[in-house]
């Protein structure tokens, strides 16, 4: 048995004081542990290079990410439908906590395999903290989901502002103290992570009962709303929704990776500075986070397929000028554009997985999501690197462009009556 609206939802459903407050607890949390996350792209690349001497394997950094995040994601959706959402972020801050303490005591040792399982434990904790979206999908309406995801991925706008910034500080550190600069980095991040406990500790009730009582929480939505049973061939139609919004997530996703992380690399290679490859980064992460709560009121007004559709494309173009340019400005904007389409497919591809999934299955759906996802993430990477060592960036950027067209198909084919609502 589902909920479905039996007359028009009213766009504009009142949020409640208490989804704001949590809403705003989540945010601030993705805002701290995006921070910390930044620093793969940033620096993961050039740890690898400096430690084994050549760019080959130049990324096996996000690879290790993708592969924690894959092997994490699907028995912590099925950990938070049984337990609740917020012990599945606490298990990812722990994790957080001690990957980037091991990244960083691997790097003053010069050891790739200590390197190497502190990105692992790190990427898990990455991958438990993204029970985050599911979160928002519990705490509202479909008329407003989009937009309630939206506003926890805009806390990673602030992680951009302050990643940079831990950079810049640990370098001014490393002068002084005479330790290593990208360390020093990693070391700074639990000090960062230990104020998002207090902060999801907050967080009440867990969104998941929200999700489960969702009429209490928005009367004005449960007045338009009935019970209604789901047919076998409608269920099927839904199931191919679902299939087809994964597909679009997890070819934005990888392609992302492929780029961000090589990007890294490309600019290492012109001699630019560590600060101005985070800000690269930075702007990347802005391009992907900033224009979040915008994305997602035109995916609740305008509809989960076209804001998926103008999100891939935004990607594809991004990608050529990636890998048609030859200047820290062009590469720079193309890393931006992609950031920009992915969050226009990403977000509204989990928002679509979210319509068609009730609150009881979310985590294990959104789980299954981030387990391909991430798959990507950590496959497209590595080609990526023997492609930039063999053929140059050009082909790169010819190869995402590829990527991104791919799932174009199969969202054309998806029929949506109304935003959130499919047949």
Not at 31 to 50: D, H, K, N
Not at 116 to 144: E, H, K, N, T, W
Not at 227 to 234: D, G, I, L
Request: overall charge positive; some cysteine.
């Amino acid at each position: 048995m589902s909920v479905q609206p039996a007359r028009a939802e009213p766009r504009e459903v009142p949020v409640p004081t208490l989804i704001k407050k949590n809403t705003l607890l989540l945010a601030f949390t993705q805002a701290i542990t995006g921070a910390g996350t930044q620093l793969v792209p940033a620096l993961g690349a050039i740890q690898v290079v400096a430690l084994l001497g050549n760019a080959t394997f130049a990324g096996v950094t996000t690879s290790l990410m993708g592969l924690a995040r894959m092997t994490i994601a699907y028995p912590m959706g099925r950990l938070t439908d049984a337990r609740g959402r917020k012990l599945g972020v606490f298990i990812g801050l722990w994790l957080a906590l001690v990957g980037s303490l091991t990244v960083g005591l691997a790097t003053l040792l010069g050891s790739f395999a200590l390197f190497c399982l502190g990105i692992l434990v790190f990427g898990g904790g990455v991958g438990a903290v993204q029970q985050m979206r599911v979160a928002a999908a519990d705490m509202y309406p479909p008329s407003r989901r989009g937009e309630g995801m939206s506003l926890i991925l805009m806390g990673s706008l602030f992680g951009a502002g302050i990643s940079p910034a831990v950079v810049s500080f640990a370098g001014w550190l490393g002068k002084g103290w005479g330790i290593n600069d990208i360390a020093l980095a990693w070391l700074l991040v639990p000090v960062l992570v230990l104020p998002c406990f207090l902060l999801i500790a907050s967080v009440r009730p867990d969104p998941k009962t929200i999700g489960q009582n969702l009429a209490a929480y928005y009367p004005v939505w449960a007045l338009g709303a009935r019970p209604a049973a789901t047919s076998s061939a409608e269920q099927a139609g839904l199931d191919r929704v679902h299939r087809t919004a994964v597909g679009a997530a997890v070819a934005v996703q990888g392609q992302m990776s492929m780029l961000m992380t090589m990007t890294a690399l490309a600019l290492k290679r012109q001699d630019c500075s560590l600060p101005l490859i985070s800000l690269s980064v930075a702007i990347h992460v802005i391009g992907m986070f900033a224009l979040s709560w915008p994305i997602g009121r035109l995916a609740d007004r305008l509809g989960r397929k076209p804001t998926v559709l103008m999100g891939l494309g935004i990607s594809a173009l991004g990608a050529l000028l990636v890998g048609l340019g030859h200047t820290y400005l062009l590469i720079t904007s193309g890393t931006f554009l992609v950031g920009v389409g992915w969050a226009g497919a990403f977000l509204s591809a989990n928002t679509m997985v979210t319509d068609v999934t009730p609150p009881a299955h979310r985590g294990s759906a959104i789980g299954m999501l981030e387990l391909w996802s991430n798959m990507a993430s950590m496959v497209l990477p590595l080609l990526g690197g023997v492609i930039v060592q063999h053929f140059g960036l050009e082909l790169l950027g010819f190869f995402g462009v590829v990527i991104a067209l791919l799932p174009i198909f199969g969202v054309l084919r998806v029929r949506e009556r109304a935003p959130g609502r499919y047949s």
